[in-house]
């Protein structure tokens, strides 16, 4: 089946600097999505990007489809922003496939 | 307000003894997903739903069982046969694409602890 990979696994920012976060997929897909998991487990939809470049605020995302490969950019990085973040796939649909998670921690 | 709901948030339970967890979405979702996630990992997929009364199995579906009798309401129930069930459980939904997932939406989860 699919393999979906994150870098880095773990990143400690000072409050106010920028990140990417990056998702490499082993095959096509006709799906993409980020997440943030809160401290309460809670999973936050971010973006639903199976290609191309989206931006919300202080994030932004980007997937290149043909290269299997996403991004996720955060600017002005805040203490609210920790946690985990996730890459999930849908494989059309044989399956929704998670990555491990970057665990982001943002220092004040 | 619109949404996904699991209930309850914290559950015990001793071995050799069935639960059964619980989500229900106003979504108006055709699909329903059950995932389990272990400390420090991803996600993975129990069971699924695309349909009323029809379910398909995960990549860890032994040990559990689900129902799925109306639109809104996905439970799922750990057995006993599940060997080690401690876990944070997440319901979720999407719309559907003909075979394809939509985007998915997650519930708040549900802490199982065995004693």
């Known amino acids: 089946g699919i393999q979906v990979e994150q870098s880095p696994p773990d990143l400690i920012l000072q409050e106010g600097a920028n990140s990417t976060l990056r998702c490499n997929f082993s095959d096509s897909v006709n799906n993409l999505q980020w997440f943030h998991q809160n401290p309460w487990g809670q999973l936050i939809n971010l973006f639903y990007?199976?290609?191309g470049t989206k931006q919300n605020g202080r994030l932004s995302a980007t997937t290149v489809a043909t290269e299997r490969y996403s991004l996720l950019y955060i600017s002005s990085s805040q203490t609210t922003d920790s946690g985990v973040y996730f890459c999930a796939v849908d494989d059309y649909g044989q399956n929704f496939v998670f990555g491990p998670g970057t665990r982001l921690s943002v220092l004040p | 307000d619109g949404g996904i709901t699991q209930s309850p948030k914290y559950l015990f339970r001793k071995e050799g003894q069935n639960v059964t967890l619980s989500c229900e979405q106003n979504l108006n979702h055709d699909a329903m997903y059950w995932y389990r996630q272990d400390p420090g990992q991803g996600l993975r997929l129990i069971y699924y739903s695309q349909i009323v009364n029809d379910f398909q199995k995960g990549d860890i579906a032994e040990g559990y069982s689900v129902s799925r009798e109306k639109k809104e309401s996905f439970p799922l129930t750990v057995t006993s046969a599940q060997k080690n069930p401690t876990a944070f459980y997440l319901c979720a939904s999407s719309t559907q694409s003909g075979q394809f997932y939509n985007e998915q939406f997650f519930g708040p989860g549900t802490r199982l602890t065995v004693l």
């Open positions: 990007i199976p290609s």
